[in-house]
């Protein structure tokens, strides 16, 4: 500016002065300073810090889960917004809708699919994400709250999930939100009329698409947007916790946020989209045959991440399989980074050799313990039978889940009886849980046929 | 602030503060009132007639499709109203005639001809609705609210 004095805005040509009015800021700054002010004062870019830590861009440490997280929202909401010019949600049109999204509709499968598979993909990258931040200890303080956030994002994320499944109105669909709400019903007290109001009535019906497209495509965007930017901030201003190896200080280097980190966002972001793209173009979400109240399908799933709830559901007591057992893990999840104190590791993979092995092997004795404990209670274990005179809430229930929270209790001293430090031992016992879950939703999703009868893949 | 005595700018900020409570409260209940399930006449959850009883035999199970239940008259004679719901997750049962039991497709859960479990993973009888014979010696069937029972005894059944 200070060699061109005459170029004072009044001089300015009239289409340069339109341009600068809409972009203060040159768009392609050569100097750092110029950049890291472009970053500042520009209303997309300020969700980045003018500079960030160069060794936390490294793809191998947060793999990029959170940007891509935000890719697929963008991906959902533009899809999102294209399927309500087609979709109609009342029970006689909604199928319709479906049908002519395959067939009538310009691109009307790829915009379906796009929607599916982001949204399904979107459970998946969610749960990823927050296992990165909890093996690299980034929920210490002053993160622990962001944690939280991270979780109620996750648990929008399968409402939105679990909404959507509704809205195709085939079998399974129908069954699969039938399934899925009669969990609810189990919570004592408030089951009955939460269920109720959810459905609109005593069963899946007109109300319950009302019900769930309301929710699907108002309040839990809504609530997600509200969050993530909470959630964003909350990065923005703490800063990423920095990878560091074991026994060594982080790499202290900052470098600007344009070009490093925002060239790497959009290369990420294009090849993401064009996997997505790709992918849906060949493989189809599902769409079974319409919706029919009086004929459930054998066996009947909920969806395929509820599939670890209601196989729970086969080997212990409603009350505990849908809301005891759950709940705990879920409680223990909000409560992790408020008990644990050890900053001292943040940044560090699995947070020290010893938790690396720990790690390593509680996922594998998860695994095993699983497979092993669901064979043994399908054709060995039987609490109810052996204890005849006890209520089954107490056999199929108290009993079980004493043994199990004994078992892990066991566990854990052990570990800190061989000298390992507290955030290890927790690390092991959460990798263990995080293994059962998986196992479970596997043996849900894969090994159970007709009835829910097991199926060994050896015959 | 030595003196115990509340100022008139307390008192007003309570009066305010008790007022955006009450504001809240109002459209709290008033949205969740308006979110309530509705009733409709005629569907499933009004009244059904099913007409004279004597035409239904002894030992039948007859479904009433728009009532999503099974008019059960026991080889006694009594009548029951079952609720096609399986207590387990909310399929529907169907009756299977060759055994006289009614099987869930989706987990397994068997129920005898009166309701009752005979295979888990089901937590309770199936459901009931009441069920009434009225002096024309019709059969009335009110589909409002299903009523939930922890066993299945002769109590419940309807006697002409």
């Known amino acids: 500016m200070t060699d061109q004095p005459n170029l004072s805005p009044d001089n300015l040509p009239i289409l340069t002065r339109i341009q600068r009015s809409i972009q203060r800021e040159s768009v392609a700054p050569i100097d750092d300073r110029s950049r890291m002010k472009l970053v500042m004062n520009s209303l997309v870019l300020h969700i980045h810090p003018a500079k960030v830590s160069k060794p936390a861009l490294k793809l191998t440490y947060t793999f990029g889960l959170g940007g891509l997280l935000i890719l697929l929202t963008a991906v959902l909401a533009v899809t999102g917004v294209l399927l309500l010019f087609v979709y109609t949600p009342s029970p006689d049109a909604a199928y319709k809708s479906m049908i002519a999204l395959q067939t009538e509709v310009n691109f009307g499968n790829l915009i379906r699919n796009l929607h599916y598979w982001s949204g399904n993909l979107m459970v998946v990258v969610g749960v990823l994400h927050l296992l990165r931040v909890f093996y690299t200890a980034g929920f210490t303080r002053p993160r622990e709250f962001n944690w939280v956030m991270g979780i109620s994002l996750l648990l929008l994320t399968i409402a939105a999930n679990f909404t959507g499944y509704l809205l195709p109105w085939d079998q399974l669909a129908y069954w699969a939100v039938t399934v899925g709400t009669s969990l609810l019903d189990y919570i004592p007290l408030i089951g009955e009329p939460l269920t109720r109001l959810l459905l609109g009535g005593p069963e899946v019906g007109a109300a319950t698409l009302t019900n769930f497209y309301g929710l699907h495509i108002a309040v839990i965007p809504l609530a997600i947007f509200a969050i993530v930017s909470f959630h964003i901030w909350r990065v923005r201003k703490d800063t990423i916790t920095q990878p560091r190896k074991i026994s060594q200080e982080a790499d202290k280097e900052k470098v600007t946020t344009i070009p490093h980190l925002v060239s790497l966002e959009l290369v990420f972001a294009l090849v993401w989209l064009a996997l997505l793209i790709t992918w849906s173009s060949f493989i189809n979400a599902p769409l079974e045959e319409a919706a029919n109240p009086a004929h459930s399908p054998n066996p009947a799933k909920a969806a395929w991440y509820f599939m670890g709830f209601q196989e729970l559901l086969l080997h212990f007591h409603p009350v505990f399989g849908a809301i005891i057992i759950p709940g705990l893990g879920l409680l223990a999840m909000i409560l992790l980074p408020y008990l644990d104190q050890d900053m001292a590791t943040t940044g560090i993979w699995f947070r020290s050799l010893r938790g690396r092995v720990l790690t390593g092997l509680s996922f594998f004795l998860g695994i095993v313990g699983v497979f092993g404990f669901v064979w043994l209670d399908e054709f060995y274990l039987d609490f109810p039978g052996w204890l005849p005179f006890l209520p089954s809430s107490i056999s199929n229930g108290w009993v079980p889940l004493a043994a199990i929270l004994l078992l892990l209790i066991g566990y854990y001293e052990l570990l800190k009886v061989l000298g390992s430090r507290t955030c290890e031992a927790r690390q092991a016992l959460f990798t263990l849980l995080l293994a059962s879950f998986a196992t479970l939703t596997f043996v849900g999703i894969f090994l159970r046929g007709e009835g829910m009868a097991l199926i060994l893949p050896w015959g | ?160």
């Open chain 2, 1 to 160: 602030m030595t003196e115990n005595k509340i100022s008139r700018k307390d008192i007003i900020n309570l009066g305010w503060g008790a007022a955006g409570l009450l504001a809240i409260t109002e459209l709290s209940l008033a949205g969740l009132s308006f979110l309530s399930p509705r009733k409709s006449e005629g569907e499933f959850g009004g009244l059904f007639n099913l007409g004279d009883a004597n035409q239904y035999p002894a030992g039948s199970v007859t479904p009433v499709e728009a009532g999503r239940f099974y008019l059960v008259r026991l080889s006694e004679g009594g009548f029951l109203a079952m609720y096609r719901r399986c207590t387990h997750l909310g399929c529907a049962v169907p009756y299977d005639p060759s055994s006289g039991k009614f099987v869930c497709p989706c987990h397994g859960s068997e129920f005898t001809m009166d309701g009752d479990v005979q295979n888990e993973p089901a937590p309770r009888p199936l459901d009931l609705f009441p069920l009434s014979i009225n002096e024309a010696g019709e059969i009335e069937v009110d589909t409002s609210s299903p009523i939930e029972r922890h066993q299945a005894n002769s109590d419940q059944v309807v006697n002409i």
